[in-house]
Each structure stands twice: as C-alpha cells, then as structure tokens.
Nanobody, 121 residues
Framework: QVRLVESGGGLVQFGGSLRLSCAAS????????MKWYRQAPGKERELVAS????????NYTDSVKGRFTISRDNTKKTVYLQMNSLKPEDTAVYYC??????????????WGQGTQVTVSA
C-alpha cells in the first residue's frame, strides 16, 4: 500500500521557520522524483519545489527561492522542505507528491494528504 505522510506543519509567526517532512512507503522511493505543492484558500494548487530521485537537482518556484530548501534522504524514504523567512502569503496546505516508474515502466504518481502551514503577520 502506497503512503505519503506529511508532518511538520503548524502556526508560525512572520519570519519564522518550519520543516516539513514526507515519509514514503509502498514504492521504491529512490526511483521517484519528489515535489512539494501548496494550495491556498481559493487558489489553484501550485508547485513549490522539486527534487530528482538522486537528490542531485532541485527546482523552486520564484516566490520561495532563497527561502525554501527541498532535500531527501533515500535511506529514510523521506523528503523534506525547510522553510525559512516565512511570510503570510506562504499560508497554505502543503502536499507531498511522488512521480516515477512503476511496473512495465508506466509512470505512477501519488499524493500525500497535506499539512497545513499558517503564517501570522
């Protein structure tokens, strides 16, 4: 059974930090690229950060560059999102997303259940 379980969300003040974690199980984590998305109330879900299966390459949306860092530990089957200098506009539900090859090399994708991040002004 595939599971992506996010944790680490919460309420933080403007300028504070949070570290999100996403623990994976039920698939070969090291073969999958991992991404963090977020969705604010009334807005579309947006891609925040992504990391390749090896961790060798990362990408960020412009609004979080220099403040957020995505990383992964393939031995722990966990991906992280370190968020610093948080702003009220970072308030959203943050989702973990996995994309990679399944059997017969058919691409598969999975979503976590989300974790709420709220930044107070």
């Amino acid at each position: 059974q595939v599971r992506l379980v996010e944790s680490g969300g919460g309420l933080v003040q403007f300028g504070g930090s949070l570290r999100l974690s996403c623990a994976a199980s039920g698939f070969t984590f090291s073969n999958y690229a991992m991404k963090w998305y977020r969705q604010a109330p009334g807005k579309e879900r947006e891609l925040v950060a992504s990391i390749t299966n090896s961790g060798g390459s990362t990408n960020y949306t412009d609004s979080v560059k220099g403040r957020f860092t995505i990383s992964r530990d393939n031995t722990k089957k966990t991906v992280y999102l370190q968020m610093n200098s948080l702003k009220p506009e970072d308030t959203a539900v943050y989702y973990c997303y996995a994309l990679g090859p399944g059997s017969l090399n058919i691409m598969r994708s999975f979503w976590g259940q989300g974790t709420q991040v709220t930044v107070s002004a």
